[in-house]
Nanobody, 115 residues
Framework: QVQLVESGGGLVQPGGSLTLSCVAA????????MGWYRQAPGNQRELVAR???????DYADSAKGRFTISRDIGKSTVYLQLNSLKPEDTAVYYC?????????WGQGTQVTVSS
């Protein structure tokens, strides 16, 4: 069955960087895109970035210029590079199979931006 496992979150100071990883298994990785979402306490889950099967990407306005989504087909892994982090980026970050919200989610990884 489909499995998505995120890692790479942590505590970082404002202006810092993190790289999140989502390792996928149980389906043909190269055939499907992937999205990164985040959810802060009291907020709805929101799309951060997506990458399709052709490696075309798109980003939420809040992520443009700071975050980069990429993937390594050989490792069945999608990455989200987070740069210039702000306190408002604090959230649990999730990967999701496909280009629109599917039922397949990872367990999430916590990103906390604080001094």
């Amino acid at each position: 069955q489909v499995q998505l496992v995120e890692s790479g979150g942590g505590l970082v100071q404002p202006g810092g960087s993190l790289t999140l990883s989502c390792v996928a298994a149980g389906y043909s990785f190269r055939t499907y895109g992937m999205g990164w979402y985040r959810q802060a306490p009291g907020n709805q889950r929101e799309l951060v970035a997506r990458i399709n099967r052709y490696d075309s990407t798109d980003y939420a306005d809040s992520a443009k210029g700071r975050f980069t989504i990429s993937r390594d087909i050989g490792k069945s892994t999608v990455y989200l590079q987070l740069n210039s982090l702000k306190p408002e980026d604090t959230a649990v970050y999730y990967c999701n199979l496909g280009m629109s919200q599917s039922d397949y989610w990872g367990q999430g990884t916590q990103v906390t931006v604080s001094s």
